[in-house]
Each structure stands twice: as structure tokens, then as C-alpha cells.
């Protein structure tokens, strides 16, 4: 894609956008129900999914207007810009823009904020150590060049339109997902063909043992080093070279499994620690459908612990899991495998789209 830009002006960002600090007592009274805070803004999300209620509490108090563009200043490097789609109060770590209108259109305003010219001026005006935060003054000084106003509003119209697409696979990709949760937690309470774990798979985890200082020191090796929630680190020495099914054993995610999965799939060579229960099946039962039956089950009963909750090895060895023949686990499986294909396609596409997306905005405004 070429972009001719002969008859572009050239702009400070400060003749782009206003810098808004309006600010209210209180929200409550001002009619403001929703608050904003950064850990409500997705790096490389335009739109906001989540946000606080007002009533609930709040200390913030800066106004933010529907069409608005929020840029978090603090830890510029998180690259967290989105567009403010209602009104609400936001925190004095964001910075809301207004666009000036008499050289940009407000449709446009958004993606010069999300490009890589943009985050990359933030993080180099950054100031500060643990918490840097860049300020309006400068951001100000940086130049973008762009069209005539009719112009922009194609381009506007272009960029919209990719981001719809973006938007219609995310819509998708939760359809997919929550369809894929259903089957799975349907298996997980099923009452029928039950059997302990302890008595249809091995649990391996006294193969593992704690790394020594020596092995410490050779941790930037290839061989995949796992913990709770995944891979962790790599080194150069392993224990295991199979497949096999790693569960967690401790981590806040139990309380969470329909969101964040609770065991995963590892092959060939590979390290655990001891954060993760280690399961190989054993006759009569598929390595997928252990994994499948594990992956978002409810084991919330079978945990111990207030503060750091834990999974012991007699609690797991007593989890049930719906076993039926291998025919019906192969038939099961074939059907889940269709819906994680499905979902890595969608998630193919769609990193596909944000690439190009990403990239007309860099040509544009890089």
C-alpha cells in the first residue's frame, strides 16, 4: 500500500489535540457512574472492556467525554491509548486528548495515538524510575504530518473499517470460547463412569526434584522449564521426555478456572517444578482426554489453604474425572480438537489483521 503525501501538512501534536485536566469533587453528584483507571486500558486495545463503578468508590476525579482519547503517561513502555466510548472520570496518570477539529478530525485521533511513533516518543520522554511518566509538554512537540481534512476522513474510514475487523474476530473468538467452556465443564460434572486420578494415571512428581545452584547457574539452555501456569524459564538439563499433563498445584487460578486453565499439554524433554502435579495416564485412558477433563474443571473442593491455596498429591490423587470407553474419548476428542482448530484459525486471522492494521497506521503517521 502506497500512500502519497505531497500535499501533507506537517503538525505538532499539540496543534492535533487538546491536553483536557477538567476535574469534579464529585462524581457521584456530577452524574458520572464509571471510572477509568490504566488497569482498565489493554496494551494495543483501542476499546475499554472493563471499567470501576463510581459508586463503589473512587478517588478519581478527571472527566472523561465520549469520543475522547485516553493515554496512559505512567509506564509509557505498556502502550496503553484508547478511545473513551461514554463519559466518566478517569486517573491523573491518564491523559485525555480532545481533537482539535480545525486540523484533525476526531475520527483520526485515535490511531495517531496508538501508532508506534507516538509510544515510542512517550517512552523516549519518559521520566522517572520505578514509575516514569511522560508529560504533555512534550508530547506536544512531536510532528505528524497529514492530509487535508476531506482526506483524513477516508483514511479514517479505511482504519475503522480494519478495526471492525479486528472487533467481529475478538466477537467470535469469546462465542468459540464460551461453546468450548460448555463442553468441557459438562465433562467435568459428569456423575457417571467415574474414576480417580490416582487409579487411572501416574503421578510422576517424585521424578522431580529442586534445582541446585549449579543447575541455577545453566538456566539459558533450550529445555522448557514449567511451573504453575506454564513455562517458566529454559536450561540445559531435564527430567522428563514424554508427553504428559501438568496440573497446577498451587496459584490463585483455582478459584478462576473457568477463565484461566488449570492444567495444560507438554512434550518431549522438559523440567517441572514443584508448583505443577505431573500426570502420565495410564491404560485405557487418552493423554487429550486427561487433559480435557482437567483443563477448566471445578477442583475447588479438593484445595487447602487461605492465603496461598495448595492442591496436595492425595487430594489430586482423589480428584474423579468422567472415564467412558476409548471409543467414546476418541469421539469426544475429535469434537473438542474441531473447536480449539476453529479458535487457533480465528486467532491466525485476526493477529493477521492487527498486523496490517499496525501497519497502514506506521506508514501513515510513522
Known amino acids: 500500500m502506497t500512500i502519497k503525501t505531497g500535499n501533507w501538512k506537517t503538525y505538532d501534536f499539540g496543534d492535533l489535540a487538546h491536553n ?3 476535574a469534579v469533587k464529585d462524581p457521584i453528584s456530577e452524574g458520572y457512574e464509571r471510572y477509568v483507571g490504566l488497569e482498565h486500558i489493554e496494551p494495543g486495545n483501542m476499546h475499554i472492556k472493563s471499567w470501576g463503578n463510581v459508586a463503589d468508590g473512587t478517588t478519581f476525579t478527571r472527566v472523561l467525554k465520549k469520543g475522547q482519547v485516553l493515554f496512559g503517561k505512567r509506564r509509557a513502555y505498556q502502550r496503553k491509548a484508547a478511545l473513551a466510548e461514554f463519559d466518566g472520570v478517569c486517573s491523573g496518570d491518564i491523559l485525555v486528548f ?3 477539529k480545525d486540523n484533525v478530525i476526531p475520527e483520526l485521533l485515535p490511531f495517531i495515538v496508538q501508532g508506534d511513533k507516538f509510544f515510542d516518543y512517550a517512552i523516549k520522554t519518559s521520566a522517572g524510575s520505578l514509575s516514569p511518566r511522560t508529560k504533555f509538554k512534550d508530547l506536544a512537540k512531536l510532528k505528524f504530518k497529514l492530509p487535508p481534512l476531506n482526506e483524513q476522513k477516508r483514511l479514517a474510514d479505511l482504519l475503522w473499517s480494519v478495526d471492525e475487523m479486528i472487533q467481529n474476530y475478538k466477537t467470535t473468538l469469546d462465542a468459540i470460547d464460551s461453546f468450548k467452556k460448555v463442553i468441557l465443564l459438562d465433562i467435568g460434572s459428569k456423575s457417571e463412569s467415574l474414576q480417580k486420578i490416582g487409579n487411572v494415571s501416574d503421578i510422576l512428581d517424585n521424578l522431580r526434584r529442586p534445582l541446585n545452584a549449579t543447575q541455577r547457574s545453566k538456566m539459558k539452555g533450550n529445555i522448557p522449564y514449567y511451573g504453575a501456569n506454564g513455562m517458566v524459564d529454559t536450561l540445559n538439563d531435564y527430567i522428563f521426555d514424554e508427553d504428559l499433563v501438568l496440573l497446577a498445584e498451587d496459584g490463585g487460578n483455582f478459584h478462576d478456572y473457568l477463565n484461566r486453565p488449570i ?3 507438554i512434550s518431549g524433554k522438559s523440567w517441572v517444578n514443584n508448583h505443577a502435579h505431573v500426570l502420565r495416564p495410564k491404560e485405557g485412558l487418552r493423554m487429550k482426554w486427561l487433559f480435557y477433563s482437567l483443563v477448566h474443571k471445578d477442583i475447588t473442593k479438593y484445595i487447602v489453604g487461605t492465603t ?5 498429591k492425595g487430594a489430586l490423587s482423589n480428584i474423579e474425572i ?10 469426544l476428542i475429535a469434537k473438542i480438537d474441531s ?3 476453529s479458535e487457533a484459525n480465528i486467532i491466525k486471522q485476526m493477529k493477521t ?8 497506521i506506521n506508514q501513515i503517521f510513522g
Open 20 to 22: 483536557l485536566t477538567v
Open 98 to 100: 480532545e481533537a482539535n
Open 263 to 265: 492444567a495444560y499439554l
Open 308 to 312: 496461598r491455596v495448595k492442591l496436595n
Open 322 to 331: 468422567y472415564c467412558p470407553s476409548l471409543e467414546k474419548q476418541d469421539e
Open 339 to 341: 473447536i480449539y482448530a
Open 353 to 360: 489483521t492487527q498486523e496490517i492494521n499496525k501497519q497502514i
